[in-house]
């Protein structure tokens, strides 16, 4: 499914990580998951920085839709990413007595009062830029029973290159493991073209071919682009030939601007 249409019509239990670094994707795809749901009668719930909060408003004012009036009417609450996720840690490590007090009191209110509710959360980010990967995965989980228990659609977002080799050495691997679907880039059918050009100039067709359908059902719990899924196969099954595809892309994709400019 596209990104787009898997952001303006999440179903429930939905749970949605987006990894970039274009900032300007990052507010272009929050603010269709919260507009969509604002202009379709649903509630929001945004935890994000002071920056991405202004951003956000910004850019659904720009769609026609008035937070004021939205925030009146309760059907979308803003919250600190920072000062929420202080709340949750006990020994470097989020505790569930203290997300459901301060985060499942949050969803519960809003569930009590809109039958269909949204949430959108940087909490994970924050703790990922901080290196603590452990404690990330332990939020993802929390937020993941939460879900079961209220029936809500969630999107998270991390700030991090999906070409990057570093990320395939366990992490981004991980993160999808929490999550229902993956949104890697704005572009499916580039990364497509760029992924199976790299992977057939070293592997091959025939084996591309075969790694792609191998990858598909390997990743079938967590939808995705079948390039990205091919990706993290390769990392897995044969890492070297993975870093060596990873390379080669964004090799291409440093040259592909000066030479096409």
């Known amino acids: 499914m596209p990104w787009r249409n898997l952001l303006t019509q999440p179903e429930a239990g939905n749970h949605i990580v987006q990894v970039c670094r274009d900032e300007a994707f990052l507010v272009n795809a929050v603010t269709k998951f919260v507009g969509a749901g604002l202009q379709g009668g649903d509630a929001s719930i945004v935890i994000a920085t002071p920056a991405h909060r202004l951003a956000f408003v910004a850019s659904l004012e720009q769609q026609g839709l008035s937070v004021q009036n939205a925030k009146a009417e309760g059907k979308i609450k803003f919250f600190d990413a920072e000062s929420l996720l202080s709340g949750l840690m006990v ?7 203290a997300f459901e007090k301060h985060v499942g009191s949050l969803m519960r209110e809003m569930k009590s009062k809109h039958k269909n509710v949204r949430a959108y959360g940087e909490m994970v980010n924050l703790l990922w830029q901080k290196n603590k990967l452990d404690a990330a995965v332990r939020l993802e989980e929390f937020w993941n029973e939460l879900s079961r228990q209220l029936d809500f ?5 991390y700030s991090m290159d999906g070409l990057d080799p570093e990320v395939y050495e366990g992490s981004l691997e991980r993160i999808c493991k929490c999550h229902t679907h993956l949104i890697p880039t704005e572009n499916y059918d580039l990364l497509e073209i760029v992924v199976k050009k790299a992977t057939r100039d070293l592997l091959g067709p025939k084996l591309t071919d075969a790694i792609g359908r191998l990858a598909e059902s390997r990743h079938s719990n967590t939808q995705m682009p079948s390039a990205q899924a091919t990706l993290l196969f390769l990392s897995e099954k044969l890492p070297l030939s993975a870093k060596k595809i990873l390379s080669r892309i964004q090799m291409e994709r440093t040259v592909t601007p000066t030479t096409s400019g």
């Open 91 to 97: 020994n470097d490590m989020p505790e569930w007595k």
């Open 153 to 157: 659609s969630l999107l998270c977002t």
